[in-house]
């Protein structure tokens, strides 16, 4: 089936460690997207990526970094410079020319817990 | 900038009574989409609409409707007869046209936790 794989589900981290958070899409969608998301709040967009090779800061891109190797894959690695790092992210993904406009299809998201 | 106001943080409403989310937004973009999700406490967001900037209808799903008003900027999320299972937090999102730089950006709003007490 078609859709978007995130892992792990649960990810626990040493303060000062960095972790990879992995977001795989088989949709074969041009877009990706990384969103963090603290209890009771919204989304906040991180990164996102158009296309393979290129990406964007989204409006809280400090102590994240992401690569766009592969069109079907946008890790996101949360570094020691992320003070707050304990939250829930999500990743999305959606197409684009011929899909204009279409949803973001989202994973089931990753939990991280500082410990 | 682009952006989603969901004023509302927490309602709650005896089942069966009709619930309706309120979302404002601002961009400069004359082409934009606007979408609504529900995030049940599972976590995964799923998709439940999205309107296109050019078209004012209003929409009708089984017991969802969408009002979409663009001179007052507003796109109005309403549940009737609402059932327990309608309990989750639903957000309202923003995205600009496709191919532009900015195009891809989704904006969300910060989301309207719904509750449907027995």
């Known amino acids: 089936d078609g859709g978007i794989t995130q892992s792990p589900k649960y990810l626990f981290r040493k303060e000062g460690q960095n972790v990879t958070l992995s977001c795989e899409q088989n949709?074969?969608?041009?877009?990706m997207y990384w969103y963090r998301q603290d209890p009771g709040q919204g989304l906040r967009l991180i990164y996102y990526?158009?296309?393979?090779?290129?990406?964007q800061k989204g409006d809280i891109a400090e102590g994240y970094s992401v690569s766009r190797e592969k069109k079907e894959s946008f890790p996101l690695t949360v570094t020691s410079a992320q003070k707050n790092p304990t939250a829930f992210y999500l990743c999305?993904?959606?197409?684009?020319?011929?899909?204009?406009?279409?949803?973001?299809?989202f994973g089931q998201g990753t939990r991280l817990t500082v410990v | 900038a682009q952006k989603v106001t969901q004023a509302q943080t927490e309602i709650s409403v005896v089942e069966k009574e009709d619930v309706t989310l309120d979302c404002v937004y601002e961009?400069?973009?004359?082409?934009?989409?606007l979408f609504w999700y529900k995030q049940p406490p599972s976590g995964e967001l799923v998709f439940l609409i999205r309107?296109?900037?050019?078209?004012?209808q209003n929409e009708i799903s089984g017991r969802y409707s969408w009002n979409f008003q663009k001179s007052t900027s507003s796109f109005n999320f309403t549940i009737t007869a609402s059932q327990v299972v309608d309990s989750a937090v639903y957000f309202c999102?923003?995205?600009?046209?496709?191919?532009?730089?900015?195009?891809?950006?989704?904006?969300f709003g910060s989301g309207t936790r719904l509750s449907i007490r027995p």
């Open positions: 999305a993904s959606t197409g684009q020319g011929a899909s204009l406009g279409t949803e973001a299809f």
């Open positions: 949709l074969n969608h041009d877009a």
């Open positions: 990526s158009q296309i393979v090779n290129d990406f």
């Open positions: 961009t400069r973009d004359t082409t934009y989409y």
């Open positions: 309107r296109n900037s050019f078209d004012e």
């Open positions: 999102a923003l995205s600009g046209p496709p191919g532009y730089s900015s195009a891809s950006k989704i904006i």
